[in-house]
């Protein structure tokens, strides 16, 4: 599987890591829970996930749902953010990825959630920030794949970090 997203020479770089080394905390909390929710499951449910559960990372979450249109395509919109996630991109929730993000951004959010969907694993996608001119700030990004409870993933849990961007220092 790809370390790297494809490049774009207009967007800074980012890389895929599906060893799930997380550098803060928050990431880390978010795959813990998710881990804890799955089970002995190859995926947790949507259902399963509660606020509470939730509580220690709930303002960096974000939910993508997915939804396969009559040609076979896939759209992809936000189905709620929390707190900080909303302070990055704005009121993005109830939003097609294609109506809030510039083509090449979302190009790189499809790939990243089709690897996902594809692979049924998580993954840390991670590097500088390219969204509303933001790339002083580094992202780190669990990107989690959700059983819809059709036994298909239909919607994907986001849980996200971000922190000045210093190259060679970890997050702050």
Same mark, same amino acid.
């Given at each position: 599987?790809?370390?790297?997203?494809?490049?774009?020479?207009?967007?800074?770089?980012?890389?895929?890591?599906?060893?799930?080394?997380?550098?803060? +905390?928050?990431? @880390?909390?978010?795959?813990?829970?998710?881990?804890?929710? *799955?089970? /002995?499951? &190859?995926?947790?449910? #949507?259902?399963?996930?509660?606020?509470?559960?939730?509580?220690?990372?709930?303002?960096?979450?974000?939910?993508?749902?997915?939804?396969?249109?009559?040609?076979?395509?896939?759209?992809?919109?936000?189905?709620?953010?929390?707190?900080?996630?909303?302070?990055?991109?704005?009121?993005?929730?109830?939003?097609?990825?294609?109506?809030?993000?510039?083509? +090449?951004?979302? @190009?790189?959010?499809?790939?990243?959630?089709?690897?996902? *969907?594809? /692979?049924? &694993?998580?993954?840390? #996608?991670?590097?500088?920030?390219?969204?509303?001119?933001?790339?002083?700030?580094?992202?780190?990004?669990?990107?989690?794949?959700?059983?819809?409870?059709?036994?298909?993933?239909?919607?994907?849990?986001?849980?996200?970090?971000?922190?000045?961007?210093?190259?060679?220092?970890?997050?702050?």
């Amino acid at each position: 599987m790809p370390e790297a997203a494809e490049s774009r020479p207009d967007l800074p770089p980012v890389s895929y890591d599906w060893s799930l080394a997380f550098e803060n +905390e928050t990431t @880390r909390k978010g795959l813990a829970y998710w881990n804890e929710l *799955r089970g /002995a499951h &190859a995926l947790p449910s #949507v259902k399963d996930f509660s606020p509470r559960g939730m509580k220690d990372f709930i303002s960096n979450v974000s939910l993508i749902e997915s939804r396969v249109r009559e040609d076979g395509k896939i759209d992809y919109s936000v189905r709620l953010t929390g707190e900080r996630a909303r302070e990055r991109y704005g009121a993005v929730s109830h939003r097609k990825l294609q109506e809030f993000l510039p083509l +090449e951004m979302e @190009r790189r959010w499809r790939e990243a959630l089709e690897l996902v *969907r594809s /692979a049924g &694993a998580p993954l840390r #996608v991670h590097g500088r920030m390219s969204y509303a001119d933001s790339t002083w700030l580094y992202q780190e990004t669990l990107l989690a794949p959700l059983n819809d409870g059709a036994g298909t993933v239909g919607m994907f849990l986001l849980v996200t970090a971000w922190w000045p961007f210093n190259p060679g220092a970890g997050p702050s």
